[in-house]
């Protein structure tokens, strides 16, 4: 059965550094979402990315974020200059077309220090 | 408006019995319901989903139940058992990919055997 994979499982950082979260959405999906969860909490919406573009997204997507498509199977998100609040487990999920069914990867757990 | 408020927080119940986990939404254009179960350190999986042109959708021991004029849907695990226990979390969004899902805060189940 297709699905969404992400690396790494597990990143930590320094609180400044630059960090890019990776994604492989399944292989005939159109539409590509990044969500977070803070441990304990609900998972929130960040992004939505379709046609190489951003459909939607949170007032949590600031700046900082950035998300990109730099080939036919990845999807990465960049936190330019991590912050401690940026701890999180952070997940993809991508969709065909038409319907919202949304299917989510493993995620990557965040750590900043 | 775009909250989704999900109770109970925990919920504690024997095995066989019925587990009920409830939701309410604000935001009268949701028209996609779906339900997804997390287990500690994996990604949100979907279980279930309705739309509101029905009442009530049912797989296998897993259904929803769905009350439009309240803005309510309810997920109901009848003869629940211990590998049900996991984190489930309601949503609810537009139902046209690309948009963001509004998560509840989620329901910790345990099923005592």
């Known amino acids: 059965e297709p699905e969404v994979t992400q690396t790494p499982s597990h990143q930590v950082t320094q609180m400044g550094q630059e960090v890019i979260l990776r994604c492989v959405p399944i292989s005939n999906h159109l539409y590509f979402y990044w969500y977070r969860q803070i441990l304990g909490q609900k998972v929130e919406f960040l992004v939505s990315f379709y046609n190489n573009e951003i459909s939607e997204k949170s007032e949590i997507f600031d700046d900082q974020f950035s998300v990109e498509r730099p080939d036919g199977s990845n999807f990465t998100l960049k936190i330019r200059s991590t912050k401690l609040e940026d701890s999180a487990m952070y997940f993809c999920?991508?969709?065909?077309?038409?319907?919202?069914?949304?299917?989510f990867g493993p995620g990557t757990r965040l750590t900043v220090l | 408006q775009q909250q989704v408020k999900q109770s109970p927080q925990s919920l504690i119940v024997q095995k066989g019995g019925i587990s009920i986990i409830n939701c309410a939404y604000e935001n009268t254009a949701f028209d996609y319901f779906p339900w997804y179960q997390q287990f500690p350190g994996k990604g949100p999986a979907l279980l279930i989903a309705?739309?509101?042109?029905?009442s009530e959708k049912k797989e296998g021991r897993f259904t929803i139940s769905f009350n439009k004029s309240a803005k309510q849907f309810s997920l109901h695990i009848m003869d629940s058992q211990p590998g049900d226990s996991a984190t489930y979390f309601c949503?609810?969004?537009?139902?046209?990919?690309?948009?963001?899902?509004?998560f509840g805060k989620g329901t910790t189940l345990s099923v005592s055997s």
């Open positions: 999920a991508s969709t065909s077309t038409g319907f919202n069914e949304q299917f």
């Open positions: 309705i739309r509101p042109d029905v």
């Open positions: 949503a609810a969004s537009i139902d046209q990919a690309g948009t963001a899902l509004i």
